[in-house]
C-alpha cells in the first residue's frame, strides 16, 4: 500500500513566507539605506582641490630602510 499524502495548508505556507520575507526585506532596506552615501557626490567643501592641466604629481619620498634583521644579527632566540 502507499502511504497517504498529507497536504500542507495554503495558510500555513503563506504565513511561513512572512515569517521569512518580513526579515529579509528589513535587511535589505538596511543595506540599501546604509550604501546610499557611496553613490552620492562629494560635497563641495569636501572635495580634492582642481590641479593645474599637465601638473605632475608630487613623488612621495620612499621608504628605504630594509625591514629585515641587520647583517651580521646572531641569532639568538632558536627560532628558524
Request: glycine share 8%.
Amino acid at each position: 500500500m502507499m502511504p497517504t499524502e498529507k497536504k500542507t495548508s495554503p495558510f500555513l505556507v503563506a504565513a511561513a513566507w512572512v515569517v521569512v520575507l518580513i526579515p529579509l526585506g528589513w535587511g535589505v532596506v538596511q543595506s540599501v539605506d546604509k550604501s546610499r552615501p557611496l553613490f552620492r557626490p562629494p560635497a563641495a567643501s569636501k572635495a580634492l582641490p582642481a590641479r593645474r592641466p599637465g601638473a605632475v604629481a608630487p613623488i612621495l619620498r620612499q621608504n628605504t630602510r630594509d625591514r629585515t634583521r641587520p647583517r651580521g644579527h646572531a641569532n639568538r632566540g632558536g627560532d628558524a
